[in-house]
């Protein structure tokens, strides 16, 4: 599966940002083991002409300490998405070859954002409006947690009435901890993701008339096990969306994914591989009946990474992906 018939293949050359980006940044002691924590993070578009604008990373102003951690409010990728992209062994999930193109998302979309004009059903994506908090390291433990704010309730108005549909209070709750072992060469991970009213199935054209609400749930967790200058994992995923209200078409969509793989350290840089398998989905419908059936996925990513001084890097980078019949994932160039 995964062929498109009647298109012809489109090649492409040019200049990509990728996650390249310019941090203004401040760091301020405030006394007593506390710090003033400020960045503003912007991406530019050198491949694109002067009218383009400037696009807004993780930026944040919070504050530090040694003794309990940090809180900070803005915009980032938060504890979910970052304990995917911190395991992938092909340089955090950039693009070609990278965990992203099939984790965190039921196929199609593979990096969202949430904002107060951005609805996404990427699990893989940067939240606005959020207010969150990181641990200490507590002998190899720390944990975080995140809070989005109920920003864009005033933006939701029932269909075609122009008041406020008070029932909708769209929100975001994210719970994750890891531990890296400090005797022995093992970490283990777990989070989990929770959003409320954010209709990720309709977002992705998957959703039924008449929904009133929504809940969209993401459950990830892992191991890792370093053997010298190899670094062998493996996780599984599982993402839930559902709504409220149906009158025809999906109310329920669920996958389940798992996924191994390498880093191997080499004295000239790192090689990184691995395999990930998205299962295929269960779903449930009120009448229609077009069914979740072979909606899954594998995928092989590997990458060799090249250390030319401490701050060039070159790297080749290659994937191979096969969706069944009705699959949507696919490989990105970012």
Request: glycine content about 16%; hydrophobic content about 35%; proline content about 2%.
């Amino acid at each position: 599966g995964g062929e498109i018939d009647g298109a012809d293949s489109v090649g492409h050359f040019g200049i990509s940002n990728n996650y390249s980006n310019v941090t203004i940044s401040s760091l301020e002691d405030l006394g007593g083991g506390l710090k003033l924590d400020f960045a503003l993070q912007i991406q530019l578009a050198p491949g694109n002409d002067t009218s383009a604008s400037l696009g807004n990373r993780n930026s944040h102003i919070g504050l530090v300490s040694d003794s309990w951690g940090g809180i900070w409010y803005g915009t980032n990728e938060q504890i979910y998405e970052r304990y995917l992209y911190t395991i992938d062994p092909i340089d955090g999930a950039a693009g070609l070859g990278g965990n992203l193109q099939i984790l965190g998302t039921p196929g199609g979309q593979v990096f969202g954002l949430y904002g107060p004009s951005e609805s996404g059903y990427s699990f893989y994506r940067r939240d606005g409006q959020s207010l969150w908090y990181d641990s200490p390291n507590f002998n190899g433990f720390t944990f975080g947690v995140v809070w989005q704010m109920d920003f864009n309730a005033e933006n939701d108005h029932a269909s075609g009435s122009g008041t406020m549909d008070v029932d909708r209070n769209p929100m975001m709750f994210q719970l994750g901890g890891k531990y890296a072992g400090t005797a022995l060469p093992v970490e283990v991970w777990a989070a989990i993701a929770y959003r409320k009213d954010q209709f990720g199935l309709s977002a992705a054209g998957l959703g039924g008339a008449g929904a009133d609400g929504s809940t969209d749930t993401g459950i990830h967790f892992g191991a890792a096990y370093t053997l010298g200058d190899i670094k062998l994992f493996a996780g599984y995923e599982m993402i839930e969306y559902e709504l409220d209200g149906v009158t025809n078409g999906y109310e329920q969509w669920d996958r389940d994914a798992w996924y191994i793989g390498l880093k191997w350290n080499l004295a000239s840089g790192y090689l990184g591989a691995q395999y990930i398998m998205a299962l295929e989905a269960d779903c449930d419908e009120v009448v229609t009946s077009a069914g979740c059936d072979d909606t899954g996925a594998q995928m092989i990513g590997i990458g060799y990474y090249h250390t030319m001084s401490k701050q060039t890097q070159l790297y080749v980078v290659g994937s191979w992906l096969d969706n069944d019949d009705n699959g949507t994932y696919g490989t990105i160039r970012m």
